[in-house]
């Protein structure tokens, strides 16, 4: 049976990176672009596993975002899986809050100081 008629997805489950393996550089360069910033404020403000990476509105193109999202599953703040032929993502605020404290605070701050 193949693996689309068997229900599973046909592409590779996202590799995640553990917050605590994360440079502070890294870190940082992840939080740099504008696109990611809106990423991390839009999926705060969702609840967990809600979001699919269709759903962001971001000016830039499927690949660019897929793009994105590795990034920032590489820096410790996203997790993926794949639910059908969506994939949700949560943001690992807990996580990253424990490793970079008070640094996802400075970013979600209402005032907007990007």
Do not use: Y
């Amino acid at each position: 049976m193949s693996n689309q008629a068997a229900g599973r997805s046909h592409r590779a489950a996202p590799v995640h990176t553990d917050p605590e393996e994360v440079s502070v550089l890294t870190a940082l360069s992840a939080l740099a672009d504008p696109v990611r910033i809106q990423l991390i404020r839009e999926l705060a403000g969702a609840a967990d596993w809600t979001r699919s990476c269709g759903s962001f509105d971001v000016p830039v193109g499927k690949a660019a975002l897929s793009h994105h999202f590795s990034v920032l599953r590489s820096a410790g703040l996203v997790e993926q899986r794949d639910e059908g032929p969506k994939r949700v993502n949560r943001l690992r605020r807990q996580e990253f809050d424990a490793r970079f404290p008070g640094l996802l605070d400075l970013l979600l701050r209402p005032d907007g100081a990007d």
